[in-house]
C-alpha cells in the first residue's frame, strides 16, 4: 500500500515536472520572438495636433486617430472602477495573468466547442496593452502564449497606474473613438468628470466589441450589456444599490458632439501651415505628435479677406456675362412637385459652390421673372431685372451677346442654377465689405409670396489676398482663391506669376539709392531696342499710347510710366535692380534683363507682400510667418517665431521693476531715407495717380497698380504704416482678363472692400520720417521749386545735404552719361527750404498742358521727330493712367538711346538735332527745357486705363 502511493505520489509529481517542463518549453520558446516591451517605458499615444489662430480659436486639427490623452490622475476613480469591473476586478492583485478567470475561460470553451461562437478570452487589462501595443489581433493559442508571457515580464517593468494609463487612452470603443476621453466627448458630449454612472457603465460595456453594442445599429444588446456593467459596480462595492437601480433605469441617450467652432475662411491659410509643419517635422509628429500650433492669424481680418476676394472676383466675373447653366434635366410639363423634388434632390452641387448658395431648378422661365424650385420643397422666384448682367459669354472670346430681355434668354425649365437669398427690395444698400450671407434682412414675405433670390455664378477667374505686419512679418490673413472645395491650389504661395507695374517701386528704390532725387527729370519718350540680327526692335510703350516728355520720377510712379522706368533702370544699371529685387525676397535669381524692369518677372503674393513690408517698415529685414509659437504635447515650446532676447520677461509678478528693452534685431536692407522718399511717392499713388479712388479712406496710404501683357495679371499692393495688404487677379491658365481690365479695375476694389473694414474706427498714423529728409515746396508736375502761382505745389521728400537738382535742366534721356549729384545751376544745398507760394496739398495733380505731346511747349522737342503721329488717346471711365510692355524678358542688346553702359545706335543728324537742345557751358549734349511752362489756364492731361499690349 505504501509503494502504491509512494508510486502514485511520484508519478503525479512526474507528470507535474513534464508539465511545467512543457510549459516552461513552450514559454521559453514563444518567449525568443517576442517584441521589445521596453519601448513602453517612453510610449506616447498618437494625439491631435492643433492649429489655433492669434486669438486662441481652433482652426483646424490633424490626427490618424481622434485622441485626447489624459494622465490616469487626472481621470476620475468612477471610470477607472467601471472598466476593472467589467474588464479585470483583480487587476491590482495579479501579477499580469488571471488563473481564475483563465479556467473559467477553458471551461467555457470547451462547452462551446463545435459551436459557431468566439473563444471567450481570459485577458486581463495587462494582457489587452500587450495585445494592444505589441501585438496583433489574430485569433489563435500562440498568440495568447505571447499575451501571456509579455503581460508579465509589463507587470515587473512598469507600475499597474502606468498599465491603466496606457490602457485607458489607448483602447478604441467605437464612433472613431480612441481612449476614453474622445468617447465621453463623442458619446455623451460631455468631460469625464461630468459622466453619471450609467455613462461611465457604457463606456465600460465597449471595450469587448464595439460595433456589437452600437447605441442605434444594437440598441437593446447596448442597453443589456451595460446594466451588466452596473450590476457588477454594484458586486465590487463601487456603487450602492439605489445607484445601480437608478442608473439601469436610466434610457440610454446618446448626444452627438457640439460641432467645433472652426476658423471661417482660413482653410487656405491651414493648408499652408499644414504643408509647413510636415516640411519641418514630418507626417508622423504633424498627424501623431499632438502639436499645440498658435499661427498669426487674425480671424477678423481673415473672414473679411474671403469675402472681399470672393466679391471683387464675383464682380468681375459678371462684368464678363454668363457661361451657362449647372446642367440640365428634362422636367415634363405635368411633372408634379414631387418629381422635380427627386430630381433635385438627386443633383450633386458644383465645386467651390459657396454654403450660402443653394442649388435650385427652374421650373417656369417667365417674361419678368423666373419660378424656381429649392432642396426643402420651397419655391421662389428670381426677377428679371437681377439678371440683367447675364448675357451669354460668346464662344472663345472676351465678348457677351445681346442685353437680356427675358428670363429665358438666360434659362429655361429643367435647368440647375445657383442661386443666393436676395436682400430686401427696400433695405438700404449693404455697407462696402459686408457679405450678402451675413444680411438678415432678405426679400421674403411669406404672406405676400414666394421669397426673391438672386442668379449666382462660380467666377472662372481666381485671385489671391495677403495681408500681413510689416514690422514683425506675422501674416494676418491670406485666401488662395474662390474657395479651397474647388482648388487647394493656394494661389498666394504657390502661384508664380508676374508683378508688372507693382515692381517698379522698387526700380525707383534703387534709383534714389544712387543718388537720384524725387524730382529728377527722366525723358518720356520713345525707346527702342536693337535685340540683335533677325530679331524685332523692342518698343515698349505707354499704356496711353502718348509721351510726356520730360518728368519727374514722382509723376513716373505715380501714373505708371514705363518708358521713365526702363529709361531709369538702364541709367542705374540692371545689376542694382536685380540686387534690389533679390534684397527684398522678391526672387531669388532676377534676370538681369531690361524688361524686368516692368515687371517681366515672377514672384507670388507673399513674396511681394513682405517685400512692401520691408517698405512700409522703413527698409528693415522682413520675413514672413504663419506661426507665432508651436509647442510639443507636454507643452514644451519648440519654435517660436520672435526669437529677440529679453531680459525680465519671464518675470511672474511686477515689483516695480522697469518694463524690460527688447533689442530691434532686424538688419537695416536699404537706406531708410531712400525708403521713405519711395513711400512718400506712393502716397502720390493714392493722391493723384492710378488709385486715386483710394483717397476717400482718407488714411495715410501708399501703394501700386500693377497689370501685365495684354491685362494677364493684375494687381495691387498697398499699405499703412503698420498694414500691409496685397491683392492679385487672374485666370489659372493665363489669358487676358479684358481689354479694359487693369489692376485699377479689378484688384484695387477687393484692397479697398478690405480696407473699409479693417481700418474702420481706427487711428492710422502717418508714415514715420527718418533722420535726415528735409521737405520742400515744389511744383508738383515739374518738381522745380514752387513759385507764386503754382496752382499744385507739395511737399517733396529730399535728402537732407545733398544736391536738390531743383536749379538744374539736366534731364535722363539716355543720349549722354547722366550724373544725379551734379550740382545744381543755383547751388542750393537741402537744408533751406526755399521760397514758393503756400503749399496746397489738396489741390489736384495738374500736368502741363500745351500743343506738345508731352503736355508742354518744350522748344527744341517736336513732336513729329519724337512720335511720327501718337495715336488718340484712349481714356477709361475712371480716367486712370497704366501703360504697357512685352510679357516675355526681352535681351539686353544696343539701345537707340545712349546711356554710359552701352554703345548707341546713334540717329540721323537731322533727329539728333531735334530730340537734344545744347546745354550751355556743358561738353556732351543733353535735353535741357527751360521751365514747363502752359498758355491760359492749366489742363489735366487725358489718361487712361492699361489696355492690352504690355506690362505696367
Excluded at 513534464?18 to 525568443?32: E, R
Excluded at 442654377?417 to 436676395?422: G, P, S, T
Excluded at 504663419?626 to 519654435?639: A, E, F, M, P, S
Excluded at 561738353?923 to 489696355?947: E, F, H, I, Y
Aim: net charge neutral; charged share 20%; glycine share 10%.
Amino acid at each position: 500500500m505504501v509503494r502504491f502511493i509512494v508510486f502514485t505520489l511520484s508519478t503525479i509529481l512526474l507528470l507535474v515536472f513534464l508539465a511545467v517542463l512543457a510549459v516552461g518549453g513552450v514559454f521559453w520558446h514563444y518567449g525568443q520572438q517576442l517584441p521589445d516591451y521596453t519601448q513602453l517605458a517612453n510610449y506616447q499615444p498618437p494625439v491631435t495636433t492643433r492649429l489655433y489662430a492669434g486669438d486662441g480659436h481652433l482652426m483646424n486639427e490633424y490626427a490618424v486617430e481622434k485622441r485626447v490623452f489624459v494622465p490616469v490622475n487626472a481621470i476620475p476613480q468612477q471610470i477607472v472602477n467601471a472598466f476593472l469591473s467589467a474588464e479585470d476586478k483583480t487587476f491590482y492583485t495579479h501579477q499580469g495573468i488571471d488563473p481564475m478567470g483563465l479556467l473559467r475561460a477553458v471551461v467555457v470553451n470547451a462547452r462551446n466547442m463545435g459551436s459557431d461562437r468566439r473563444p471567450v478570452g481570459a485577458s486581463t487589462i495587462t494582457q489587452q496593452v500587450a495585445k494592444n501595443f505589441l501585438l496583433t489581433n489574430e485569433v489563435s493559442i500562440a498568440r495568447k502564449v505571447k499575451e501571456a508571457i509579455l503581460a508579465t515580464r509589463l507587470e515587473q517593468m512598469y507600475s499597474k497606474e502606468k498599465i491603466l494609463e496606457l490602457y485607458l487612452n489607448e483602447i478604441y470603443l467605437g464612433m472613431g473613438s480612441y481612449g476614453v476621453a474622445a468617447a465621453a466627448l463623442n458619446y455623451f458630449n460631455k468631460s469625464l468628470d461630468q459622466l453619471d454612472v450609467a455613462e461611465v457603465a457604457y463606456l465600460a460595456a465597449l471595450p469587448k466589441a464595439p460595433n456589437n453594442y452600437h447605441p442605434f445599429r444594437h440598441h437593446d444588446a447596448a442597453v443589456e450589456r451595460r446594466n451588466w456593467v452596473i450590476g457588477r459596480m454594484q458586486e465590487d462595492g463601487h456603487i450602492t444599490a439605489d445607484e445601480a437601480r437608478q442608473a439601469m433605469q436610466e434610457p440610454l441617450t446618446i448626444r452627438s458632439r457640439d460641432e467645433t467652432d472652426y476658423v471661417r475662411g482660413g482653410e487656405y491659410f491651414a493648408e499652408e501651415v499644414r504643408r509647413q509643419l510636415v516640411q519641418q517635422y514630418g507626417e508622423d509628429q504633424l498627424y501623431k505628435g499632438g502639436l499645440a500650433v498658435r499661427t498669426t492669424l487674425d480671424p477678423a481680418y481673415q473672414e473679411l479677406a474671403t469675402r472681399s476676394l470672393r466679391k471683387g472676383l464675383q464682380e468681375y466675373d459678371r462684368r464678363h456675362g454668363w457661361r451657362g447653366v449647372a446642367d440640365h434635366v428634362d422636367l415634363p410639363n405635368a411633372a408634379s412637385d414631387a418629381v422635380w423634388q427627386k430630381l433635385l434632390s438627386a443633383a450633386q452641387p458644383p465645386k467651390g459652390m459657396l454654403d450660402e448658395w443653394r442649388l435650385a431648378m427652374v421650373l417656369d422661365a417667365g417674361a419678368k421673372e423666373a419660378k424656381i424650385g429649392l432642396p426643402d420643397g420651397t419655391t421662389g422666384t428670381i426677377p428679371l431685372e437681377d439678371m440683367r448682367w447675364a448675357r451669354r459669354v460668346l464662344p472663345g472670346k472676351q465678348g457677351m451677346g445681346p442685353a437680356v430681355g427675358k428670363t429665358g434668354d438666360v434659362m429655361r425649365r429643367g435647368d440647375l442654377i445657383m442661386v443666393e437669398l436676395a436682400p430686401k427690395k427696400d433695405s438700404k444698400p449693404a455697407k462696402a465689405g459686408k457679405d450678402d450671407a451675413k444680411k438678415d434682412e432678405t426679400r421674403k414675405d411669406e404672406a405676400k409670396g414666394p421669397a426673391v433670390y438672386s442668379l449666382r455664378q462660380i467666377p472662372d477667374v481666381n485671385g489671391a489676398m495677403v495681408a500681413l505686419d510689416p514690422h514683425t512679418g506675422r501674416v494676418l490673413a491670406m485666401s488662395g482663391g474662390w474657395s479651397s472645395k474647388a482648388s487647394e491650389f493656394n494661389r498666394a504661395t504657390q502661384a508664380l506669376r508676374q508683378p508688372g507695374s507693382s515692381f517698379k517701386p522698387f526700380v525707383y528704390l534703387a534709383a534714389l539709392e544712387a543718388g537720384y532725387t524725387p524730382s529728377t527729370l527722366v525723358l518720356d519718350a520713345p525707346f527702342i531696342y536693337d535685340q540683335g540680327p533677325g530679331l524685332p526692335k523692342w518698343q515698349p510703350k505707354n499704356y496711353s499710347g502718348e509721351y510726356y516728355g520730360p518728368s519727374t520720377l514722382r509723376v513716373g510712379i505715380e501714373k505708371s510710366r514705363n518708358l521713365m522706368t526702363v529709361r531709369l533702370a538702364q541709367a542705374i544699371g540692371m545689376d542694382k535692380v536685380a540686387q534690389k529685387a533679390e534684397t527684398f525676397g522678391i526672387d531669388e535669381k532676377f534676370p538681369r534683363l531690361l524688361a524686368a524692369s516692368l515687371g517681366a518677372g515672377e514672384t507670388t503674393v507673399l513674396r511681394l507682400a513682405t517685400a512692401y513690408g520691408m517698405l512700409a517698415n522703413g527698409g528693415k529685414r522682413l520675413q514672413a510667418t504663419l506661426i507665432d509659437r508651436i509647442q510639443d504635447r507636454n507643452g514644451k515650446t519648440i519654435y517660436k517665431h520672435d526669437g529677440r532676447p529679453c531680459d525680465g520677461c519671464d518675470a511672474m509678478n511686477w515689483v516695480g521693476q522697469d518694463m524690460p528693452a527688447i533689442p530691434d534685431t532686424r538688419a537695416q536692407i536699404a537706406d531708410p531715407r531712400s525708403v521713405y522718399q519711395i513711400v512718400h511717392i506712393m502716397e502720390g499713388v493714392i493722391q493723384y495717380g492710378t488709385a486715386r479712388r483710394l483717397a476717400e479712406l482718407g488714411v495715410p496710404m501708399a501703394g501700386k497698380t500693377g497689370t501685365t501683357n495684354d491685362s494677364i495679371d493684375t494687381w495691387f499692393m498697398g499699405f499703412t504704416p503698420d498694414l500691409v495688404v496685397g491683392v492679385f487677379v487672374g485666370f489659372d491658365e493665363p489669358r487676358t482678363l479684358g481689354r479694359q481690365e487693369t489692376g485699377t479695375s479689378t484688384a484695387l476694389p477687393i484692397f479697398k472692400s478690405f480696407m473699409e473694414e479693417a481700418l474702420k474706427g481706427k487711428s492710422v498714423r502717418p508714415f514715420p520720417v527718418p533722420p535726415g529728409i528735409a521737405f520742400v515746396r515744389v511744383n508738383h508736375a515739374t518738381g522745380r521749386l514752387a513759385e507764386y502761382g503754382d496752382s499744385d505745389i507739395i511737399r517733396e521728400a529730399f535728402k537732407d545735404g545733398t544736391p536738390s537738382l531743383l536749379g538744374t535742366d539736366q534731364v535722363l534721356d539716355g543720349s549722354a552719361p547722366f550724373d544725379p549729384m551734379a550740382a545744381p545751376a543755383q547751388g542750393d544745398m537741402l537744408g533751406d527750404e526755399l521760397g514758393g507760394a503756400p503749399v496746397d496739398e489738396n489741390g489736384p495733380s495738374v500736368l502741363p498742358g500745351g500743343n506738345s505731346p508731352y503736355g508742354a511747349a518744350v522748344p527744341g522737342v517736336t513732336a513729329p521727330a519724337l512720335l511720327g503721329g501718337a495715336p488718340p488717346v484712349q481714356v477709361n471711365p475712371d480716367g486712370l493712367p497704366e501703360q504697357t510692355v512685352p510679357s516675355q524678358p526681352v535681351p539686353q542688346a544696343t539701345p537707340v538711346y545712349q546711356s554710359p553702359v552701352y554703345q548707341p545706335q546713334v540717329p540721323s543728324a537731322q533727329s539728333q538735332q531735334q530730340l537734344v537742345a545744347p546745354a550751355p557751358n556743358a561738353q556732351q549734349p543733353m535735353l535741357a527745357p527751360p521751365p514747363m511752362t502752359t498758355t491760359g489756364p492749366a489742363t489735366a492731361t487725358p489718361v487712361a486705363q492699361p489696355q492690352a499690349g504690355g506690362l505696367y
